[in-house]
């Protein structure tokens, strides 16, 4: 009873400010075992659920703060991984194959984890059972980009291009379908009747052409903007136009993406006439700015978003046979899609590559996107949950394997090269 009549404005500001202190904590143990920080925040969040349950605070509606989060943390997390990226010759492939293997993987993974659910969930049409798809079948970046740091430099960007893009595809890929949908439904769902493929591509040429002009002109302007709050204007303003680009059907991650290439590959972008718009060092003071921004920005709503989440959501569901049966069937086709693709893109050396398909916040937020209309109450959101959490724990002992053979590869190395570590010691006699 003291607990509850205490609650107030203090005990929010010392529950987060633990929470966040618990993150960073959470992220430099994730950087010596290799378990995802993801999965430490989720059960803290487990944690705080039953901790006010038993302090007897009701249940609380978190899903606009977890919404707002989403979309925030979504934003962030591209723009980080983008401003990590270099547009060069030389990477075009690697480039290239991240892009096919994104494609191909969400592609054939929806196609695949939607015939699962077809055929085990009752009431589903063709569809519907791929909009329920597609979220499943995204790769999250919010968990890949901050646990690759540790892999060489070829395979980190590979896992940063493959994740963005899957990311993006998948959002469009999601909308595109449920735009199929309410035009298939009608008026009485909402429909415009228009060709949704031809508004799709559309859509994506008006996005393009916006996202490189927004790009050069924030730029140009932001360079001559004094202040100690610019960085944070120049973030509201990369929010806005992703909420007016969302607003008008738009896929604005698409900005975002093209907005981060622009800063990290100034010398590519503003060559020629262009060239006179860039001032190196008032453009390098705001690149190195806008990378501490976002990526204290990202740690910080990651932070929040996972464990809202792992407070909202119901373990009882964990236990229902349905559920395990159709997540274990639909993670088989997600590993044994994943190494047919990287075989064919990739080659020999899978490892750990092939471990690395985690699903999180995306699959969170298209899950809950979906209309209420276009709800099928035979779907068990435990298979969401199931499958974040074994998704991040098959990624973990991957990783984990990886460095412990990795580790032994090298001491093999050093014995090959001096064979007489392997020999004992010659016997010295001794000094008169």
Known sequence: MFFMSSIGPYTFIIAASLIVLLS????TVAKKTNIPAVLMLIALGVGVQYLLKYVGVGKSNFFPFLEVLGIVGLIMIVLEAALELELKKEKAGMILNSLVVALLGL???????????YYTV???DWWLAMLYATPLSILSSAIIIPSVGNLSEHK???HIYESTFSDILGIMLFYFVLAVIMNGNGAEAGGSHGNPVAEFFIGLAVTVLVAIVASYVLLIIFQHIKGGAKLFLLI???LLLYSVGKIMHLSPLIIILVFGLVVSNSGLFFKGILKRFLHHEKFTELEKGLHVVTLETAFVVRTFFFVIFGATIALSSLVNLDVLVISVLILASIYLIRWILLQIFIGKDLKPQLWI???????VLLFYAIPSELVNKSFESGILLFIIIATGLVMTAGMIWSNKHKDTEGIEALKKDFPFDNEPLPKIDKLD
Not at 24 to 27: A, E, Y
């Open 24 to 27: 960073f904590l959470f992220s």
């Open 107 to 117: 592609a054939v993974s929806m196609v695949s984890a939607a015939a699962i659910i």
């Open 122 to 124: 009752d009431g589903m």
């Open 156 to 158: 980190k960007e590979f």
């Open 236 to 238: 509201a303003m990369l």
């Open 357 to 363: 398909a985690p699903r999180g916040l995306i699959t």
